[in-house]
């Protein structure tokens, strides 16, 4: 199989068999080489799953994935349940982060991730591995402006909050439960656009006890994700 210029490809192990657990049809193509029980299990894997394997001597191992899909807004908000929680992601930039970020979306339930088309993180290799594969089950959806999206998601039944360090903000254990949660996070060195703080309806702080008076976007959205979705999940067992 001829390799094109844009395919992405991903060397991370843990990745790889992530994808071919949960998602195997992103895997175009597997090039495996070496020796090792891993690498016997990413066979495994692979054939169970149908995924087209090139064996190549001492190469290592290598996934060519498929295009990205991106989910259209329509869509996301057809399918989002009466309770759910978005991400809405403005300009971030490091793929780590944001690959950080969509791990820990995926693990806890998040429903989608929004992100403007322009001047932000795309899904990309780096995404894939800092994310262990997750971004490929995590509903991610692009956007012209963000503005109008956030009057769609509140028409929606959404109550949006982003993080702050102001005396307006409030420790987010404190705020009320909400069915729709919509967590707004800004970039890594620009923070949030004034326009969008003017649209979002709380402000919220983490807690901080040592010397370091800020978290990474990554950390923080980890913290808070935590938090909203124990609270969804527990009304919703109610």
């Known amino acids: 199989m001829a390799k094109s210029p844009h395919d992405m490809e ?11 657990q949960h998602k195997p049809t992103q895997i175009r193509q597997l090039i495996t080489g070496g020796r090792g029980p891993r690498r016997e299990r990413i066979l495994e894997l692979a ?47 490091d793929p780590q982060n944001f690959g950080a970020i969509c791990r820990t979306a995926e693990a806890l339930g998040v429903h989608g991730a929004i992100i403007p088309k322009d001047r932000s993180v795309e899904v990309t290799a780096g995404v894939y ?20 999206t956030i009057k769609r998601l509140r028409d929606e039944g959404f109550f949006f909050f982003l993080t702050a ?10 705020v009320p439960d909400f069915d729709r949660v919509a967590l707004v996070l800004g970039a890594e060195y620009d923070g ?3 326009k969008l703080v003017e649209k979002c309806d709380w402000q919220v702080k983490i807690p901080l006890a040592g010397t370091v008076p800020s978290l990474n976007v990554s950390a923080a ?4 994700l935590f938090e909203f979705s124990k609270r969804l999940r527990a009304s919703a067992s109610q």
């Open 165 to 174: 360090l102001g005396e307006k903000s409030t420790d987010p254990s404190e």
């Open 192 to 194: 949030m656009s004034e």
């Open 10 to 20: 991903i060397t991370s192990v843990g990745a790889i068999e992530h994808l071919l």
């Open 47 to 93: 054939h169970r799953a149908g995924v087209a394997v090139l064996e190549r001597g001492q190469e290592g191992l290598r996934a060519i994935l498929q295009p990205f899909s991106y989910t259209e807004l329509d869509r996301l908000l057809a399918e989002l349940p009466a309770k759910a929680i978005v991400l809405v992601l403005d300009h971030l930039e």
């Open 129 to 148: 591995h800092a994310s262990v594969g997750g971004v490929a089950n995590l509903p991610i959806t692009k956007v012209t402006n963000l503005s109008a």
């Open 221 to 224: 959205a980890a913290i808070l």
